[in-house]
């Protein structure tokens, strides 16, 4: 018995497999996947950075709401450019093909100078008639909330960890159903350029903070950063060294509501 039929399969994902584009020009540079974008991923190493911070945490760029199909991605040979070259899905609207992939040629082109990132995107249609197309561009910035009207400001913190007293004040706080955020800002002339660089005094600090909103607010996950205004730069402390210097804690009280300036 023999059956002819029709199958029609959508295109609207794209097949390649991930990997990253990384970017580098002097003290800046950057990770993205090979559409180009930056996905915010818990523990992401993906990002515009400089100094070591992370300055761009989320950039998507999507057709109609979509991800473009990907047709090829090269890093230039000097790594600091990036040539992507993308086309639009299938666009359907109430279960209609309303345009069929392969309509629209997006070249996208990156690449750092100067501590910046620039990109430039050019769109070409190969539609037999006028066509409206959404593209959008989102992005998000890491610590970006911590300056927004629900954040707090020299909030004071007191805790008991371990049996151990912890007293201060942040500077910034942002509370969560999912996270605590808290940074410290230091006024050191000459900032440190990594988190190498960081004095001990400084992470002990922080790491005392984390712990005393990990007991605060139970259950939640505690980032910790500290920002030098001078620069500005912030560095963001991985929760593996807020560990290490947490396990360090052993005065019967921790004070740090009057540190010398760093």
């Known amino acids: 018995m023999k059956r002819d039929a029709t199958v029609f399969v959508p295109g609207v994902v794209s097949l ?27 523990r992401s190493p993906y990002g515009l950075f400089h100094y070591d911070t992370r300055f761009l945490s989320q950039l998507l760029f999507t057709i109609e709401g979509h991800r473009p199909l990907m047709l090829s991605s090269t890093v230039q040979t000097d790594n600091v450019t990036l040539d992507v070259d993308l086309t639009n899905p299938d666009i359907f609207v109430d279960g209609q093909l309303v345009l069929g992939k392969e309509t629209f040629h997006v070249a996208r082109a990156k690449f750092l100078w100067e501590a ?13 008639s006028p066509a ?17 009207t629900d954040a707090l400001a020299e909030v004071p913190l007191a805790a008991t960890v371990g049996g151990q007293v912890v007293a201060g004040f ?13 940074v410290d800002f230091k006024t050191a002339r000459r ?25 605060i607010y139970p259950g939640r996950r505690v980032r910790a950063g500290v920002l030098y205004t001078h620069a500005p730069r912030l560095i963001e402390i991985p929760a593996t060294t807020l560990a ?4 360090a804690l052993s005065t019967a009280q921790e004070s740090f509501a009057a540190l010398p300036v760093e």
């Not at 959404?134 to 300056?147: E, V, W």
Request: aromatic share 12%; net charge negative; charged share 25%.
């Open 244 to 247: 290490e210097h947490k396990a």
């Open 132 to 148: 409206r197309l959404r593209f959008a561009l989102d992005f998000d910035a890491d610590f970006a909330d911590l300056f927004a």
């Open 170 to 182: 942040a500077d910034r706080l942002l509370v969560t159903p999912d996270e605590i955020t808290v």
């Open 116 to 128: 910046s990132c620039y990109e430039l995107f050019t769109i070409t249609s190969y539609s037999a």
């Open 16 to 42: 390649a497999a991930s990997s990253r584009r990384t970017l580098k020009h002097g003290d800046t540079f950057a990770m993205f996947d090979e559409f180009g974008d930056v996905l915010e991923v818990e």
């Open 191 to 215: 900032p440190p350029a990594s988190l190498a660089e960081v004095p001990l005094s400084t992470l002990r600090q922080m790491a005392a903070y984390a712990a005393a909103l990990g007991e």
